[in-house]
């Protein structure tokens, strides 16, 4: 962490930019780091919580070990994406923003991926899987599945 | 090269590159975009290196990864040059052939070239494709050429000679004025004249002067922004220096979206390697201005792309919005005089400085000028990145480059603008497109997205799809938008289930022209436009959805009727409203 933070000066300006290293480094924003990113900022804790609960960025629970996201934007949604979402819930069992129970996978959703003429877009830890349909949902998952 | 402390320099620079440079005698470009990738662009790179290696042909052809060409459809594509024979939606085993005959036999692979769907006419080579042909592309053509990770590429495309202009040739009044005569106008929505902006901020008295990018490009099915930054950085970045140069700002900050890692990587590139050749920092050229640009990577928040939100979230702090007076050009970042753009306006920058504003005056309409990118995304047959001049018609754009309508349907409507904008319907399609034209029309120029709807859209849903976006966006801090937007969302979700009331839609609409009448900022203001748009435009849907309890679309799911069961609306909940 002390090595993290010394990359960063002590303005506030650095907090999101901190905010996304630590996410980086554990996979979420553990309540000590909050602690420490106030104390290297000079500022309150309040502040920090405050700041890293507006943005959608930022988790403060650990996720699952793949990383599933729905894309929700509108070409997405009129082109079948709300069908791939509520059977992604499905398969999975959570809603977006949870992780499976045995920590296998998390859902998150995203308003637009940037590639809307090829949706439905499901991105699982990085790799994009385009023109996504309810019957893809299963195989996609499965891969992961059988990998552990 | 290496620090380039002399204007004449860039040529010297270009001379050596092109002498230094293999010639080889074919070139195989593969656009390597995010949708090239997701759609395995990066599997016919892998495939196109083994065959080559296999066959021993590294030195003679040359292989050139570059970022997005705007068909997005197509992907994975590659054009072979000199020819610039095109072959789209190729799979790794088609490589073997594609060099077998195109690259030793110089033979075109009829299976593999393009087919109008239309016509099932083939055209083998790229620029005579119905997409491509149509269009106008002074910003992207150059993606074809450019390979994001190289500076030299941009330098082979006359880069940085705008810059060695403005800053040897012309005073900072002359670049304001160049621009303003130019008509540019700010490619982020709002439209405003860009170089009256630069003057603004120029004319305050102030020790520190900001400029900023927008790259926070959120509006779902709108991405153009960043295929610029991931395809060709530099060009941002060189009108980033033309504008502070002339603005008087030594720090600039591109604020870019996380969703949108290709191009965070590609402008961090771009920029560490234009400070590396001295064209960001201290003495740019040689020259005695001084300027270097830090890129601050959002937190998924679409509020920031609103620009009191923007700055608020670059100095580190929760990103609400604030009331306008002050405007940045006063007091923005820091509380010091701040110029906005948007990144397809910066990029527009070197453009104008390299040929002159009275030639880019002449390309548009008499209001809006120059080109404008658009994202031509849904239910359109080729989908992608389509830049034409302003005052080009829908139907063309929609028709003519975009191929018309997916799988046989009908148009029904195209929504222009994202979140802030509206929904045209068919009679609109001859409406020339320009700034004015589109607010006149009831929506919006927006950043460029364009999402074509047939006749399996259900407008209401849109209109909910659109609400529920806006109002878990919306940064809580004004009740208007904070309130307004769940309160229209809540009733639109009763429509769409079958339990909406007659009087729902005065409520809409009165709801809607309150929350834009009072809200702080731009979302707010503009939050319910897709609603509104689509009750004035689709006004039966509504009624349809009201009355009949009918989605003719077939989209929402409460109001289609099973076989063998009539029409089965949900049941009107037991517990009535309060205040009905």
Partial sequence: MDDLLREFSREQKDLTQILHKVQAEYGYIPAQAIRRVAEHLNTTENEVYGVLTFYKAYRLQPRGKHLVTVCQGTSCHIRGGAGVFDEMKKELGVEPGETTPDRMFSLETVNCLGCCAIGPTVVVNGTYYSHVSVEDVHSIIAEYRKRK | ?580
């Fill in chain 2, 1 to 580: 090269m290496k620090q380039l402390t002399h204007p004449s320099q860039l040529a010297v620079w270009k001379a050596r590159i092109l002498e230094e440079r293999p010639v080889p005698k074919k070139t195989v470009v593969v656009s390597n975009g995010t949708c090239g990738q997701a759609s395995g662009s990066l599997g016919i790179i892998e495939a196109l290196g083994r065959e080559l290696d296999r066959r021993d042909l590294r030195e003679t052809v040359g292989l050139e990864i570059t970022g997005c060409h705007g068909f997005c459809e197509l992907e994975p594509n590659i054009v072979i040059y000199p020819e610039g024979i095109y072959y789209g939606r190729l799979k790794p085993e088609d490589i073997p052939m594609v060099i077998e005959k195109s690259i030793l036999k110089n033979k075109v692979i009829d299976a593999l070239a393009y087919e109008d769907p239309k016509t099932g006419r083939r055209y083998p080579l790229q620029k005579d494709i119905p997409f491509y042909r149509k269009q106008m592309r002074l910003l992207m053509e150059d993606n074809l050429r450019i390979d994001p990770n190289r500076i030299e590429d941009y330098i082979l495309a006359e880069g940085y000679q705008a810059l060695s202009r403005a800053l040897f040739d012309m005073t900072a009044e002359e670049v304001i004025r160049e621009i303003d005569s130019a008509g540019l106008r700010g490619r982020g929505g709002a439209g405003f004249p860009t170089g009256k902006k630069w003057q603004f901020c120029r004319n305050e008295i102030a020790d520190r002067r900001y400029i900023i990018c927008n790259a926070d490009e959120g509006n779902p099915g709108t991405y153009m922004d960043r295929s610029i930054l991931g395809a060709n950085p530099h060009s941002v970045i060189e009108g980033m220096i033309i504008g502070a140069y002339a603005i008087g700002a030594a720090e600039g900050y591109i604020y870019v979206r996380m969703e949108a890692p290709q191009a965070v990587r590609q402008i961090t590139i771009a920029r560490d390697q234009a400070r590396k050749h001295g064209l960001l920092g201290k003495s740019i050229l040689g020259s005695e201005f001084h300027f270097d640009i830090q890129i601050v990577e959002g937190a998924g928040a679409f509020i920031c792309g609103e620009e009191t939100s923007l700055m608020a979230s670059i100095e580190g702090r929760r990103a609400v919005s604030r009331q306008r007076p002050p405007f940045p050009a006063q007091s923005g970042l820091w509380g010091q005089p701040t110029n906005i753009n948007n990144v397809e306006t910066w990029a527009n920058v070197p453009l104008i400085i390299k040929r002159g504003a009275e030639w880019y005056s002449q390309i548009g309409t008499p209001k809006s000028k120059g080109t404008k990118i658009f994202s031509l995304v849904g239910k359109i047959r080729h989908g992608g990145q389509v830049e034409v001049p302003m005052g080009t018609k829908l139907r063309e754009i929609i028709y003519d480059i975009g191929g018309g309508i997916k799988d046989g349907k009908k148009f029904k409507a195209v929504q222009t603008g994202g979140p802030s904008g509206g929904c045209l319907p068919a009679q609109l399609l001859d409406l020339a497109i320009d700034y004015d034209n589109l607010v006149q029309a009831g929506s919006t120029m927006g950043s460029g997205g364009m999402i074509v709807m047939d006749e399996t859209t259900c407008m209401v849903d849109l209109a909910r799809h659109y609400m529920h976006f806006t109002q878990e966006e919306s940064c809580g801090k004004c009740v208007p938008c904070r309130v307004g937007t769940r309160q229209m969302h809540d009733i639109l979700v009763r429509i769409t289930r079958g339990e909406g009331e007659e009087a729902d839609l005065a409520r809409l609409e009165e709801l809607g022209e309150s929350i834009t009448a009072a809200s702080l900022c731009g979302l707010g203001q503009s939050a319910p436009n897709p609603v509104l748009s689509t009750i004035r435009h689709f006004r039966e849907e509504y009624f349809e959805h009201i009355k009949h309890r009918k989605c003719a679309a077939r989209v929402c799911r409460q109001l289609i009727a099973l076989p063998g069961q009539g029409a089965r609306p949900a049941q009107r909940k037991a517990k009535k409203r309060q205040h009905d």
